[in-house]
């Protein structure tokens, strides 16, 4: 059984410039959860993808997009980028979209770096 | 909005010490309490403590959930060098049933 496979592990970007993040969901999970965690923070939620359709959101602006592919893998892409943007990326998958009964299962997470 | 808010920011304790880990959350309509390490890069689970499961343990680390107080400590003992790493408490609630949330962590080091 693999796990959460994120891509690539390491980024740098120059501010205005755009960044596409990529996770391969652990074998038989149907849901991909994206957070992002800034230096010296706890994880802060982005957004949720259940059967290719945003589920939730966290308090993340528009140019924070995703999708999630048939296969149930996912992309997190960022517009526009900012110096505050500059945090590791982790995802995670589950199956079903209700947290309340199974853990979460990060995967390695993407350093991004905004210069 | 839901938070957890986690005490001590930091710790510093030497091999064999015991050592206690605070979390402490508001949300609305409790579901699950959650304890990760984070060593490198991605948290890896520890424990998960709802009504029905209140207290877990494995080997030399245990957690107790108190509902009453909304709070959750984590203890470790006869700690060891690679224990040294950020411990994350993430909650569930009803409200947002899809999400954690989560508090800043404790960053544990552990001297030889």
């Known amino acids: 059984e693999t796990g959460v496979t994120q891509s690539p592990t390491h980024l740098i970007k120059t501010r205005g410039q755009q960044v596409t993040l990529r996770c391969s969901s652990q074998?038989?999970?149907?849901?991909v959860s994206w957070y992002q965690q800034a230096l010296g923070q706890g994880p802060q939620f982005i957004f949720q993808?259940?059967?290719?359709?945003?589920?939730g959101r966290g308090n993340f602006p528009p140019r924070f997009s995703g999708l999630q592919f048939p296969n149930y893998s996912s992309e997190l892409n960022v517009n526009a980028l900012e110096l505050d943007d500059s945090a590791l990326y982790l995802c995670?998958?589950?199956?079903?979209?209700?947290?309340?009964?199974?853990?979460?299962?990060f995967g390695n997470g993407t350093r991004l770096t905004v210069t | 909005e839901d938070k957890v808010v986690q005490s001590p920011l930091s710790l510093v304790v030497h091999e064999g010490d015991t050592v206690t880990l605070n979390c402490s959350y508001e949300?609305?309509?409790?579901?699950?309490l959650l304890w990760y390490k984070q060593e490198k890069k991605a948290p890896t689970f520890l424990f998960m403590l709802?009504?029905?499961?209140i207290e877990k343990k494995s080997g030399r680390l245990s957690s107790i959930l108190d509902k009453k107080e909304l709070s959750s400590i984590l203890n470790i003992t006869a700690t060891q060098t690679g224990d040294s790493a950020i411990y994350l408490c993430?909650?569930?609630?009803?409200?947002?049933?899809?999400?954690?949330?989560f508090g800043k962590g404790t960053l544990l080091t552990v001297n030889p």
């Open positions: 995670a998958s589950s199956w079903g979209h209700d947290l309340g009964n199974s853990p979460l299962h």
């Open positions: 074998s038989g999970h149907n849901t």
């Open positions: 993808y259940y059967r290719e359709e945003e589920n």
């Open positions: 949300v609305t309509n409790f579901r699950s």
């Open positions: 709802t009504s029905s499961g």
């Open positions: 993430a909650v569930n609630s009803g409200g947002s049933n899809y999400k954690l949330t």
